[in-house]
């Protein structure tokens, strides 16, 4: 079992930055695939990012490339989401997820919401223009 805490959120203005943290309970963190996703008001949780177990390789929604920037520290049991050139479309709540993915095997599973097991309560982030 593992629990998920995401912390961070707050309102922001447009251009501005966040870092988004979600710490992980349970002495299993590094042998799991962690991810970001985000749901919009009326609209679907969607894939932001992901990092596999190591750290070592990593996805992005093309949407957030070059501005987001998923990190973990094994050690601390935490993944992180730094968000730069805050947009008012990035408006949503942040949830992070844990799942036991292959990034080499399964590589499409990465980019799927219901491939993860495990999900925290999520952390809103509001960007105003």
């Known amino acids: 079992q593992v629990q998920l805490v995401e912390s961070g959120g707050g309102l922001v203005q447009a251009g501005g930055s966040l870092r988004l943290s979600c710490a992980a309970s349970?002495?299993?963190?590094?042998?799991?695939?962690m991810g970001w996703f985000r749901q919009a008001p009326g609209e679907e949780r969607e894939f932001v990012a992901a990092?596999?177990?190591?750290?070592?390789?990593?996805a992005y929604a093309e949407s957030v490339k070059g501005r987001f920037t998923i990190s973990r520290d094994n050690a601390k049991n935490t993944v992180y989401l730094q968000i730069n050139s805050l947009k008012p479309e990035d408006t949503a709540v942040y949830s992070c997820?844990?799942?036991?993915?292959?990034?080499?095997?399964?590589?499409?599973?990465?980019?799927?919401?219901?491939?993860?097991?495990?999900w925290g309560q999520g952390t809103q982030v509001t960007v105003s223009s």
């Open positions: 349970g002495r299993t963190f590094s042998s799991f695939a």
């Open positions: 997820a844990a799942g036991r993915l292959n990034f080499e095997s399964s590589y499409g599973n990465v980019f799927n919401r219901r491939a993860y097991e495990y």
């Open positions: 990092i596999n177990w190591s750290g070592g390789r990593t």
